[in-house]
């Protein structure tokens, strides 16, 4: 009666595992371009719930801010790696207790675009005028 494995089936049963290892491996990447696009949509929504429920940083007449500075992002986006450009004239990008968007104390009457590129795929971020509201596009 046979009561250990032979040096040929472990080998064996060890180049299945790193073959099934490795194509684990492969078959699970992030899209890190999605993951920091994200990101800055997070930020901007948290801006426009905290400027939407009062709990912003004060200005624009009598009504609550919240703002995100897009050189901060631009900062954290060049250490990573990637392109972030802004198309929003003005430093910081706000949203009042009515959750509409302003930059710099000017309300935004068009549609602004926040652009992160990495290895030539981009993600357009767009804040709507009027409503704040913010959409991730291809």
């Known amino acids: 009666m046979k009561r250990a494995f032979t040096i040929t089936e472990i080998i064996f049963v060890l180049v ?4 099934i290892a490795a194509t684990a491996f492969y078959g699970y990447k992030t899209d890190r371009l999605r993951r ?12 426009r719930y905290q400027g939407l429920n009062g709990l912003g940083i004060g200005g624009l007449g009598d009504k609550n801010r919240s703002c995100v500075d897009p050189d901060r992002i631009k900062e954290i986006a060049k250490k990573e790696g990637y392109d972030f450009r802004s198309e929003v004239l003005g430093k910081e990008i706000c949203f009042d ?10 309300e935004l009457q068009t549609p602004q ?3 992160i590129s990495y290895k030539s795929r981009e993600k357009v971020i767009k804040i709507l005028p009027k409503s704040g509201y913010v959409i991730i596009s291809q």
């Open 16 to 19: 299945i595992t790193a073959i």
């Open 36 to 47: 920091d696009a994200d990101f800055v949509f997070m930020q901007l929504q948290q801006a």
């Open 97 to 106: 207790n009515y959750a509409r968007p302003y930059a710099d104390m000017v």
């Open 113 to 115: 675009n926040l652009r």
